[in-house]
């Protein structure tokens, strides 16, 4: 059996309410429906679509009905919007209007959501972990021993992005952090990670302005709304008099957590207990 646990989300946009899942929570295929006919991979027995059309892909419907019913409360749902995004690349897809989804190929290469825009980079903004659920359904671990190399990104996972790549193929970012355009394994490998995407309505709640490095406080008039903690770039360790630091915060990573009263171990970001600056 498996704990239910709080995921925890980085904030990549704040002015879109842009976030995606911290690790890699689980692992499945692209597509779990393939069929080789005329040279070409596809993703129904008519042969109308490729394997790696994000439309129809079978994790795009997961992701948007068991993992979305799943994972939110009726609050939360109601707190996610539904964005339409384009899915361009050699093979497209139609653009889709989703509440979750995995990032694009462009979106891990956006310097503006704190990613290196070198797709050889070994990012660490783009390295992810994944979680003993997605190791026990198959999530392939970079293990050092393996490759006969010490490396720093010893125990992470590569993990998949919904942009396709030729018909049998979509991208990915490999352990180390680099952006993959294909992956070779193709759609059908179930080792890469799940990592969700979702874009979150703006929070009511006021708060004030904030420059990166700086602690700033919500000013709260109404003394019926949540008491607000500082702000923070990231959900570690607070300093002693429990204020949390922005640390190296990135144009666009800014946000305001709310609600939370137990410091002690830092704390995990929520739809419920997030506001945007």
Sequence with gaps: YFEYEPLKWRVLDASTGLVVCDSAIDSQPYNNYILYADSN???????????????????????????????????????????TRENKSTYDSNSTSDKITLLSYDDVLNKNYGFDPSS???????????????KCQGLYVHNC???????????NSGWLLRSPSYSY??????????????????VSFTGLGVVPALNLTQSKIG???????????????????PMTSRAAQTVYAPLANGEFTLGSAVD?????VYGVTDYSDGFTLMSDNLGYI
Excluded: P
């Excluded at 666009?252 to 305001?256: A, D, E, K, T």
């Design 169 to 186: 193929y979509a991208s990915g970012v490999g352990s180390g952090g680099r952006a993959r355009y294909y992956y070779s394994s193709g």
């Design 252 to 256: 666009g990573n800014r946000y305001m």
């Design 207 to 225: 708060t004030s302005s904030i420059n990166s490095g700086e602690i700033a406080a919500e000013e709260v008039t109404d003394e019926d709304a």
């Design 41 to 83: 991979y596809w993703g129904d027995s008519d042969k109308k679509h490729y394997a790696n059309n994000w439309e129809y892909s079978s994790l795009r419907a997961w992701l948007n009905n068991e993992f979305y019913n799943t994972a939110f409360s009726k609050v939360q749902q109601d707190r996610i919007k539904e964005i």
């Design 120 to 134: 050889e980079a070994y990012d660490t903004a783009r390295q992810r972990k994944g979680t003993d659920y997605a």
């Design 145 to 155: 021993s393996d490759c006969g190399y010490s490396c720093s990104y010893n125990g």
